[in-house]
């Protein structure tokens, strides 16, 4: 079963693919969008739920994504037509780095998305390439709340602590005007639910030749978070503009 297929199963019960609840996203967003009628790229979108959110609470708002599964853009084709706003959203199949977009955006996200680029600070670059002048970033990234055992830093890479992450993004010409960071239960919800969603699809469909692959997933995940990063993970979200230029 391909990594693509497992992540739109293990998100059928918590769309926004990281560790936030709905009122988390919400006031994101509300901070992120600059006006109604902005528009807003979401780099590496999945299946497309920010954009949906930003949709719907903006009937002036136009909104682009872009990932390389093809399976969660057509998810998030549906969810668009269901939600009435389909014509205000353009999806594209492919790397997000190597999207070309014809104009820019005046809100550029991608959150817990950064592997896709090689990490924070070359998502930010990425990003910055799409930002209309006085645009708006919403990124989303882990770090380390505690001292990473080095079983952590092997399974979830090189993160850094808040502070140094923060540290990092402002020396790179970025300024913050909001921010959030996961609670424990943001944190652990998550979890359970990609765990669960995904474990409850292989048990519902024992037939499946993935069925297999995606319990024993399910469970390696599982055993890796509540024994290995747990305790030491943590996700902050940063609305970041420009310092200058």
Request: with cysteine; glycine share 12%.
């Amino acid at each position: 079963m391909r990594r693509e297929r497992i992540s739109l199963l293990a998100h059928a019960d918590h769309p926004i693919a990281a560790p936030l609840d709905d009122d988390s996203v919400r006031r994101l967003l509300e901070r992120g969008v600059p006006r109604d009628g902005a528009r807003v790229l979401d780099l590496g979108c999945g299946g497309g739920e920010w954009l949906l959110r930003a949709l719907a609470g903006h009937p002036g708002l136009r909104a682009e994504g872009v990932d390389i599964s093809a399976d969660s853009l057509e998810r998030a084709r549906e969810a668009a037509r269901v939600r009435g706003v389909e014509e205000r959203l353009v999806l594209h199949h492919g790397d997000a780095g190597d999207l070309a977009a014809s104009h820019a955006f005046d809100l550029v996200l991608s959150v817990g998305a950064t592997h896709a680029f090689g990490g924070l600070l070359a998502t930010l670059a990425a990003a910055r390439a799409h930002l209309a002048p006085g645009g708006r970033i919403l990124v989303g990234d882990g770090f380390w709340a505690r001292e990473p055992s080095s079983e952590a830093v092997e399974m979830l890479g090189d993160l850094s602590d808040l502070p140094t992450t923060v540290d990092r993004v402002v020396a790179d010409g970025w300024t913050p005007v909001h921010g959030h960071i996961s609670s424990r239960r943001e944190l652990d919800d998550y979890e359970w639910a990609w765990t669960g969603s995904l474990a409850s699809w292989a048990l519902d469909h024992p037939d499946d030749p993935g069925s297999a692959q995606a319990l024993t997933t399910a469970s390696a995940h599982r055993d890796g978070w509540l024994r290995v990063y747990r305790d030491v993970l943590g996700f902050v979200c940063l609305v970041l503009r420009p310092t200058s230029g």
